[in-house]
């Protein structure tokens, strides 16, 4: 999960701490089963140093689910500037597979940007970002064809494991996504790198898998900006998965991205999940 920030940080420095912040993002997609929800608070570093901190809530129903992040800078970060940031997506839940509905993503610092997204079977039917921002003749088109078959960001960090596959295991890692931000279309991969248990300061203690990360851009972005050219030659970045209880659905408990200034870093802190009781449907 990524903290929806975008501070200002000593450049080249803010670039791998938006890197670190999107990160949780950049993963698997959908389909879910059964329902719980969590909550849960994260921290972001870069090489050691607290940059943000933020929390998420998700909540995986029979026919619906949702998830809302909120950030904002922290430590040292607030030496140079403030900044806070807010996303959120709803959808449905059909034949067990996530479909994403409407996305949105706010970020504010000294300037404020909103980002929304409306999607429908998997295809973007429209999008905006306000303000609009200048059009730069270096940036790859995003083309119609781009558009379809994706999902949001905040819906490509939930990872389904379907029944006839163990919840933690290999086999959680090997697959893939594409994704549509609002500006930037890229695809995700994940593959097994290793199991491993993991302990929050609050709330989860327990086994999780742990996936390698490889990111390929699209469209929608400059092909000589310095950081997506390290994120799509980077082969150490890797994200562990856990599960919401009592559903097959799995979610990034740290994210590490390397870079040049040291590991970036999102990692929970809190990480509270409840299984919830099924819907008795109404008789008369």
């Known amino acids: 999960m990524p903290i929806p920030t975008r501070a200002k940080l000593p450049r080249p420095a803010a670039a791998w701490c938006a890197a670190a912040c999107a990160a949780g993002l950049l993963l698997l997609a959908p389909p879910a089963a059964a329902q719980g929800k969590l909550e849960a608070h994260y921290e972001a570093s870069l090489a050691g140093i607290a940059v943000g901190r933020g929390t998420w809530g998700i909540e995986i129903g029979d026919d619906f689910y949702s998830a809302s992040a909120q950030g904002a800078t922290a430590g040292l970060l607030k030496a140079f500037s ?46 905006s970002i306000v303000p609009e921002p200048p059009v730069d003749a270096d940036r790859i088109v995003v083309t119609d064809a781009h558009k379809k078959g994706v999902v949001d960001p905040m819906t490509s ?58 990111f390929t851009p699209v469209a929608g972005y400059i092909p000589d900006r310095p950081v997506i050219k390290h994120l799509a030659n980077e082969r150490r970045m890797e994200v562990t998965l856990v599960p919401i209880a009592g559903t097959r659905i799995l979610v990034p408990f740290r994210t590490v991205i390397p870079t040049p200034f040291g590991p970036a870093v999102l990692e929970a802190t809190q990480f509270n999940t409840t299984a919830l009781p099924p819907r008795v449907a109404k008789t008369q």
């Open 82 to 127: 403030s900044g806070t940031g807010s996303g959120s997506v709803q959808g449905r839940v059909v034949n067990g597979a996530l479909v994403p509905g409407n996305y949105t993503a706010t970020v504010s610092s000294k300037k404020s940007e909103t980002i929304n997204i409306l999607l429908g079977g998997g295809n973007v039917r429209e999008f």
């Open 157 to 214: 960090s939930l990872v389904r494991v379907p029944a006839n596959v163990e919840l933690l295991s290999p086999e959680v890692c090997r697959s893939g996504t594409s994704v549509f931000d609002g500006r930037l279309r890229y695809d995700i991969k994940l593959d097994f790198k290793r199991m491993e248990t993991v302990k929050a300061d609050k709330g989860y203690h327990g086994p999780a898998v742990v996936c390698s990360l490889y």
